[in-house]
């Protein structure tokens, strides 16, 4: 059985820049609780969570250099860096795209109604007039309507101003409008 050792923050800290495993393992072991309560401040994914958890502990692992004992406690650095790598995953791109990803259950009632209106357009010609279309009013339709982008998306997508993208629109509903009246 291995013995367990209980540092002190000097010891620790010691410890820490000579890269002692048990010294993280110490770390990791006291601080993970503390740690884990500020990440759940910001992200309530529980796997996420622990994703960011293990992020900081490699962080400090590998910067531990960085740390300096004159301006504020271990745990007080450790705080902020979790503090700061939690925000960076709130803003992470991938973060976001993992948000727009629907709920299991609401899958089968979106995917119904997603069938249900794909039916109500094919059966009245919708997609095809919208193919008939210029090219710059079809992309934009196609990219709102049918793909559920944002008109800033859109803008983005297309490298055009979002200005751009509203008159397209209009003007391609417009046109639409006359073909089906």
């Known amino acids: 059985m291995k013995n367990t050792v209980i540092y002190t923050e000097d010891s620790l800290i ?74 960076n995953t709130l803003r992470s791109k991938n973060y976001k795209r993992l948000q727009k990803n629907d709920v299991f259950e609401d899958f089968v009632y979106d995917k119904d109604l997603k069938e249900s209106t794909e039916q109500n357009i094919n059966a009245i010609g919708l997609r095809k007039q919208v193919h008939l279309l210029r090219e710059d009013y079809k992309n934009v339709l196609e990219l709102s309507y049918f793909n559920g982008f944002t008109h800033e998306e859109i803008a983005k997508i297309l490298d055009i101003p979002i200005g751009t993208v509203k008159t397209r629109l209009r003007n391609a509903l417009i046109e639409l409008r006359k073909k089906f009246v």
């Open 14 to 87: 010691f410890a820490l820049h000579k890269h002692d495993n048990d010294a993280y393992e110490y770390l990791y072991t006291n601080y993970k609780s503390a740690l884990y309560a500020v990440i759940q401040q910001f992200i309530l994914d529980q796997e996420i969570a622990n994703d960011v958890l293990q992020e900081v502990f490699v962080t400090a692992w590998k910067n531990i250099e960085k740390y300096d004992h004159t301006k504020g406690r271990l745990f007080t650095w450790l705080h902020t860096l979790t503090r700061n790598t939690a925000i």
